[in-house]
């Protein structure tokens, strides 16, 4: 057996899959995020741990306990946890989506070498800005840090004692040299860090050490259950939908919206609109990222419609026809990253009239997270990256209409595979790859990713949002500065 966790923003899901790549159980526990104003966002990895552990203990059956081989990890990427002397957290995670680093990230922004280093520049999300906020503002806690982690890397830390970090989450923290796969230690230097703080660098299928005896004994579990270190979640979750090969772009509608394009070499977008980043087979990826995709379809259905009947609402989207008959959603909720790279950035309709309803209002979210990640795929085009078919994963996989709502707006098929577990799916792959079930990780999606169901785009809606994203790639530059005044 192999367990795949996947630590996300709001829960951790763990599944359990047997050496066949069956899915035998999933389970998930759910945490607090406190949001200290509209934008900072910060969880404490105590809750991670507990929610973790508590999450290992309901999955395994009694029969499963000694059959299990392997544990990996799928993570929210960026995150910055720190540590002091005695292995204690010192303060909140400070998470993906919080945007108070705005100034932090023109600083670095303004080093000449720091593209040519990192591949990167610096966004709000990253963790480099994260540290430097910390330098600046929290003195105290910048000299008592001996660790620095990310989310998923904490959880493996607790489980087997080694501080380690991955080739993909290392990319996100705008402190690994990409090309090279190693530490910067250029960006280090200006970070006034020691590297010793920093994980040692693994692959994503490398096994980084056994699981620590006191907890194989709560856990009932083997002593030799391998400890892998897995990715970050977007890398992973392209594990877990087999995305792993040129042409194959994997689409991932969680709370934040991803495409992902795997690379066999090292490439950059010369503007750095889209991150260039190592990828969980040893590769590269290109990937664009909105922060607002699936949250901001849960934003409108629970938070402004008291609701949880996700079903009803995709009936009223599927009610109305292409383009919301001119109404446009701009899903900037807590700010944007691709290809804007802009905190300010808020959620705006345009386009109302008499002729609106919520159901209009529904579809056009739905619309406009479609809208907002072609600006990222019209970006790899750019780029002479190709497209040979999308596979969907996350929880706006689920969604029939938002489904062909992507292939109109993409005008390409969106392809649906046997698990919509993609990032759990992908960590339990690279746990039976770390553990020799497999010889590769493209040998084990090869065996375990099958391809169930296709949604073709239709060419009536294809023209209908040709027309009408012309339109809205026009609505954010008009509004950047009053963004900036709001």
């Given at each position: 057996?192999?367990?795949?966790?996947d630590?996300?923003?709001?829960?951790?899901?763990?599944?359990?899959?047997?050496?066949?790549?069956?899915?035998?159980?999933?389970?998930?526990?759910?945490?607090?995020?406190?949001?200290?104003?509209?934008?900072?966002?910060?969880?404490?990895?105590?809750d991670?741990w507990n929610a973790?552990f508590?999450?290992?203990?309901?999955?395994?059956?009694?029969?499963?306990?000694?059959?299990?081989?392997?544990?990996?990890?799928?993570?929210?990427?960026?995150g910055?946890?720190?540590?002091?002397?005695?292995?204690?957290?010192?303060?909140?995670?400070?998470?993906?989506?919080?945007?108070?680093?705005?100034?932090e990230?023109?600083?670095?922004?303004?080093?000449?070498?720091?593209?040519?280093?990192?591949?990167?520049?610096?966004?709000?999300g990253?963790?480099?800005?994260?540290?430097?906020?910390?330098k600046k503002?929290?003195?105290?806690?910048?000299?008592?840090?001996?660790?620095?982690?990310?989310?998923?890397?904490?959880?493996?830390?607790?489980?087997?004692?080694?501080?380690?970090?991955?080739?993909?989450d290392?990319?996100?923290?705008?402190?690994?040299?990409?090309?090279?796969?190693?530490?910067?230690?250029?960006?280090?230097?200006?970070?006034?860090?020691?590297?010793?703080?920093?994980?040692?660098?693994?692959?994503?299928?490398?096994?980084?050490?056994?699981?620590?005896?006191?907890?194989?004994?709560?856990?009932?579990?083997?002593k030799?259950?391998?400890?892998?270190?897995?990715?970050?979640?977007?890398?992973?979750?392209?594990?877990?939908v087999?995305?792993?090969?040129?042409?194959?772009?994997?689409?991932?509608?969680?709370?934040?919206?991803?495409?992902?394009?795997?690379?066999e070499?090292?490439?950059?977008?010369?503007?750095?609109?889209?991150?260039?980043?190592?990828?969980?087979?040893?590769?590269?990826?290109?990937?664009?990222?909105?922060?607002?995709a699936?949250?901001?379809?849960?934003?409108?259905?629970?938070?402004?419609?008291?609701?949880?009947d996700?079903?009803?609402?995709?009936?009223?989207?599927?009610?109305?026809?292409?383009?919301?008959?001119?109404?446009?959603?701009?899903?900037?909720?807590?700010?944007?990253?691709?290809?804007?790279?802009?905190a300010s950035a808020?959620?705006?309709?345009?386009?109302?009239?008499l002729?609106?309803?919520?159901?209009?209002?529904?579809?056009?979210?739905?619309?406009?997270?479609?809208?907002?990640?072609?600006?990222?795929?019209?970006?790899?085009?750019?780029?002479?990256?190709?497209?040979?078919?999308?596979?969907?994963?996350?929880?706006?996989?689920?969604?029939?209409?938002?489904?062909?709502?992507?292939?109109?707006?993409?005008?390409?098929?969106?392809?649906?595979i046997?698990?919509?577990?993609?990032?759990?799916?992908?960590?339990?792959?690279?746990?039976?790859?770390?553990?020799?079930e497999?010889?590769?990780?493209?040998?084990?999606?090869?065996?375990?990713?099958?391809?169930?169901?296709?949604?073709?785009?239709?060419?009536?809606?294809v023209?209908?949002?040709?027309?009408?994203?012309?339109?809205?790639?026009?609505?954010?530059?008009?509004?950047?500065?009053?963004?900036?005044?709001?």
């Open positions: 057996m192999y367990l795949g966790i630590l996300g923003t709001s829960s951790v899901k763990l599944l359990l899959m047997d050496k066949k790549g069956i899915v035998k159980k999933t389970v998930s526990k759910d945490y607090p995020i406190t949001y200290l104003n509209d934008n900072w966002a910060e969880q404490n990895p105590e991670w973790t508590e999450g290992i203990k309901n999955i395994l059956k009694d029969e499963q306990r000694d059959s299990l081989n392997g544990i990996s990890f799928s993570g929210q990427m960026h910055l946890v720190i540590l002091d002397e005695n292995d204690e957290v010192i303060r909140p995670a400070i998470l993906w989506c919080d945007q108070r680093t705005e100034e990230c023109k600083e670095l922004n303004s080093l000449e070498w720091l593209y040519d280093v990192t591949g990167n520049q610096a966004l709000t990253f963790t480099a800005p994260k540290i430097l906020w910390i503002n929290e003195p105290n806690n910048f000299k008592k840090i001996k660790k620095i982690m990310l989310p998923k890397d904490y959880i493996a830390y607790k489980l087997s004692g080694v501080h380690g970090i991955d080739v993909s290392a990319s996100g923290t705008l402190m690994l040299n990409v090309e090279k796969r190693e530490w910067s230690k250029e960006i280090i230097e200006f970070l006034d860090i020691d590297e010793k703080c920093l994980g040692k660098v693994f692959e994503s299928y490398e096994v980084i050490g056994k699981i620590k005896e006191s907890l194989a004994n709560q856990l009932e579990v083997s030799e259950v391998n400890i892998v270190i897995g990715g970050g979640d977007q890398a992973v979750g392209a594990v877990g087999g995305a792993i090969k040129e042409g194959i772009i994997s689409l991932a509608l969680g709370t934040s919206g991803v495409i992902f394009s795997p690379s070499r090292y490439l950059r977008d010369e503007d750095c609109r889209l991150h260039s980043f190592c990828d969980s087979t040893g590769k590269y990826h290109q990937m664009g990222v909105i922060l607002s699936s949250g901001a379809f849960k934003w409108w259905v629970e938070e402004v419609n008291s609701s949880k996700y079903i009803e609402f995709n009936k009223m989207a599927d009610e109305i026809k292409a383009g919301s008959e001119g109404l446009y959603f701009l899903p900037y909720l807590i700010g944007e990253r691709t290809p804007h790279n802009d808020k959620g705006s309709f345009i386009g109302l009239s002729n609106h309803g919520k159901n209009h209002m529904t579809r056009s979210v739905m619309e406009g997270v479609a809208y907002a990640l072609r600006d990222s795929f019209e970006l790899l085009k750019e780029m002479g990256i190709g497209c040979e078919k999308i596979r969907v994963s996350g929880g706006g996989a689920k969604s029939q209409v938002w489904k062909q709502i992507f292939a109109d707006v993409l005008n390409k098929d969106i392809i649906t046997n698990t919509s577990e993609g990032p759990a799916l992908g960590a339990a792959i690279l746990a039976s790859v770390g553990s020799g497999y010889k590769s990780v493209e040998e084990a999606c090869q065996k375990i990713i099958k391809e169930v169901e296709v949604t073709k785009p239709l060419l009536e809606n023209k209908i949002y040709e027309k009408n994203y012309g339109i809205f790639k026009e609505i954010y530059p008009a509004l950047k500065n009053i963004y900036k005044k709001l």
